[in-house]
């Protein structure tokens, strides 16, 4: 059996709208402390925890996810400069809402013999009841809660048996990204002057 069937692989899903140096920081200290191979950073084709219709309308920040053609153009630029990451579009591929056992069903099948580790944020681990059979992602992946310094995890549902890794702090956000562009203010220090570079010729974050 070769080495390309038995690596360790990071699964670091997201909407990456736009990806920054939070999500490229994040996934390279999770590679080192974990000792990955690599880290697969898979863009969400429509993550329907931000673009449920049932959301209100008022939220302005849930309705504007740019295109997936465009998130996955900008994590391409993102991660071009690290070669143990790469920005995957299976889900785009697959298309429809985006379900992480869907995404987790085809890496088994796409690696069989490699060990996965999926990484979630510990904001999104406080949701995890919520996720389509969450009980069989568990069965299938080792999930792995990235934390920042003062992160509580008692807030993280105790019925699962998540690891836990404290990452270093960023206090960088897409949110905020998306405002400072709206504003015509620079990006210097939160994303790659490539990722920059789309997002103007693209007029993204504009209304």
């Not at 008022?58 to 143990?84: I, N, Q």
């Not at 298309?95 to 890496?107: A, H, K, P």
């Not at 015509?184 to 990722?195: A, D, F, K, N, W």
């Amino acid at each position: 059996m070769s080495k390309e069937f038995r690596r360790r692989i990071g699964v670091f899903g997201g909407t990456f709208d736009p990806p920054h140096i939070g999500h490229t920081s994040a996934a390279l200290s999770a590679m080192r402390k974990l000792e990955l191979d690599s880290v697969l950073m898979v863009v969400a084709n429509d993550p329907w925890q931000k673009t449920n219709q049932n959301l209100d309308l008022s939220d302005f920040d849930a309705l504007t996810v740019s295109t997936p053609e465009d998130r996955f153009e900008m994590l391409k630029r993102a991660v071009d400069e690290h070669e143990d990451l790469t920005a995957d579009d299976m889900e785009i591929v697959r298309g429809g809402r985006t379900y992480t056992i869907d995404t987790v069903s085809e890496l088994n099948n796409r690696f069989p013999e490699s060990e996965l580790f999926l990484l979630i944020g510990s904001d999104v681990a406080k949701d995890f009841d919520s996720w389509r059979d969450p009980q069989e992602i568990c069965r299938r992946v080792n999930v792995v809660v990235l934390t920042r310094p003062g992160t509580d995890r008692s807030e993280v549902g105790e019925d699962w048996d998540f690891s836990f890794l404290d990452i270093p702090a960023k206090d960088i956000s897409a949110k905020e990204i998306r405002l400072r562009v709206s504003n015509g203010e620079s990006l210097e220090g939160m994303v790659p002057y490539s990722v920059e570079e789309y997002i103007l010729a693209a007029g993204l974050y504009r209304e």
